[in-house]
């Protein structure tokens, strides 16, 4: 069995329950209030900036060149495919970047996007890779599965064709060849999916969040 079927079975369970979540299936049959859209495109300008800075880390940790040169790509391609699609739905809404990054990050994105820096800046380079690779492969995953439905909505449809599209695909095939061709220890492979489940969990709960439109609870 190949590694990466290994990771996915540690996840398949956090993928189902994300799949079943209201704010995916409103995305596909359109349901899904823009309210909810809206608070998720805020949250990702303020996540992003650290998806990419994570990515970067892992960049200067990998041990050959072909993997400094993949994570410092996908660093930069977040830069300029992600964060431009984020800027493109924010003006969707009227809204502007310099804008949306005055109302605060909610809780689970900054959660979220602090144990990505911190387990890709500090962790071992297997801890990083159980870190970062879920990230990328639950939205292809997502995407891929989304995009067999597409949307009414045209701005759910866009979203839906970005992580559904071939290019991204294409990148998460890359991260995961990479992947199988490490050769890890059975401790880090331990490490590696019990960070990658932790992962998985903050993806539920980053659609989660944004379904409830959460807010800090004091302050
Ligand atoms: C929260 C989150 N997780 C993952 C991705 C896909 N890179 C994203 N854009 N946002």
């Known amino acids: 069995m190949r ?5 996915w079975r540690a996840m398949d369970g956090i993928y189902r329950q994300i799949l079943r979540h209201p704010f995916l299936e409103g995305l596909t049959d359109g349901s899904l209030p823009r309210e909810a859209f809206r608070h ?20 200067a940790r990998a041990p050959h060149p072909q993997a400094v040169h993949r994570f410092a790509a996908d660093s930069a391609r977040t830069v300029e495919v992600e964060h431009s699609l984020v800027v493109e739905l924010l003006a969707a809404f009227g809204l502007d970047e310099v804008e949306a990054l005055k ?26 890779l159980g870190a970062i690779v879920p990230c990328y492969w ?35 095939a890359g991260v995961l060849d990479l992947l199988d061709d490490l050769s890890l220890s059975a401790e880090e492979r331990e490490r590696l ?12 709960m980053f659609w989660d969040a944004a ?4 807010s800090w609870p004091c302050g």
């Open 103 to 128: 109302s605060p990050a909610a809780p689970t994105t900054v959660g979220y996007a602090s144990y990505l820096v911190r387990t890709c800046s500090l962790g071992t380079f297997a801890e990083a």
């Open 138 to 172: 639950i939205y292809a995953r997502v995407g891929e599965k989304l995009l067999a439905e597409s949307s009414p909505d045209p701005l759910y449809a866009w979203w839906i064709e970005t992580y559904g599209g071939e290019d991204y695909q294409d990148t998460v």
């Open 193 to 204: 999916l019990e960070r990658a489940v932790t992962t998985a969990r903050f993806e539920w």
């Open 40 to 59: 998720y495109v805020m949250q990702e300008a303020h996540f992003l900036p650290d998806y990419a800075r994570a990515l970067a880390a892992c960049a």
């Open 211 to 214: 379904w409830r439109q959460e």
């Open 3 to 7: 590694f990466r079927d290994e990771l």
